[in-house]
């Protein structure tokens, strides 16, 4: 359980066998060519919005989506509880592979799409997940994840992108991902990642 006054998170380190990590990983790896710069969705306009957001992202998880969202359907009582969250009908997934490299980063947001944005997805946006993964001696440096509690005078937790780590927090809670840095920037050393949002129906 978290203590009162931190954040609502939850952190699962070894999410997965170390087979599906590894398989994971590679399917991000070897697909290069489907990522495509991250864009940035408000009232309704897609911005490539380089003073907000630097990554890559590829909607195409392969035979690799199955075995994460069984992962994720196994913990979802956990993950609803940690975040203190009643567990609800999952109206939707919404998810992508990520990429960081040298100089990538995201700052301050919330997940949850507001406006225009929110006839976008067959439901609401109401968990957010993070799923870290990379090769073992990967150069990347940095690249926490901060999440803000909503309330209150609260110290932010900073949340190192550890390989096979999910990280899940309400959609509500402004968080943002600290500059990555690669040096050298090669394909294989930056700091990969699954963003999985779970979705309510709505009433
Ligand atoms: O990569 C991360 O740690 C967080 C990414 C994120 O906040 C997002 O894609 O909305
Ligand atoms: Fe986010």
């Not at 997965?16 to 864009?39: G, H, K, M, S």
Request: hydrophobic share 40%.
């Amino acid at each position: 359980m978290n203590a009162p006054h931190t954040p609502a998170h939850v952190i699962i380190d070894d999410f997965l066998p170390e087979q599906d990590a590894a398989d994971l990983l590679a399917f991000a790896l070897e697909n290069r060519t489907a990522f495509e710069p991250a864009v940035v969705v408000r009232d309704g306009d897609v911005l490539a919005e380089k003073d907000n957001r630097s990554a890559m992202t590829s909607t195409d998880l392969g035979p690799m989506r199955s075995t994460f969202t069984a992962a994720v359907e196994a913990h979802f009582e956990h993950l609803c509880k940690g975040i203190g969250l009643a567990p609800f009908g999952i109206s939707g997934w919404d998810m992508s592979l990520a990429v960081h490299r040298d100089g990538d980063f995201f700052s301050e947001h919330i997940d949850t799409l507001t406006a225009e944005n929110r006839d976008t997805l067959p439901g609401d946006r109401l968990i957010s997940m993070v799923y870290y993964m990379h090769l073992p001696g990967a150069r990347f440096e940095g690249g926490e994840l901060v999440v803000r509690h909503l309330f209150g005078r609260t110290e932010p937790v900073r949340i190192a992108p550890r390989h096979n780590r999910l990280v899940a927090f309400p959609s509500i809670a402004p968080h943002a991902v600290e500059p990555v840095r690669v040096p050298g920037n090669a394909w294989e050393d930056a700091r990969f990642s699954v963003n999985c949002w779970l979705l309510r129906g709505r009433g």
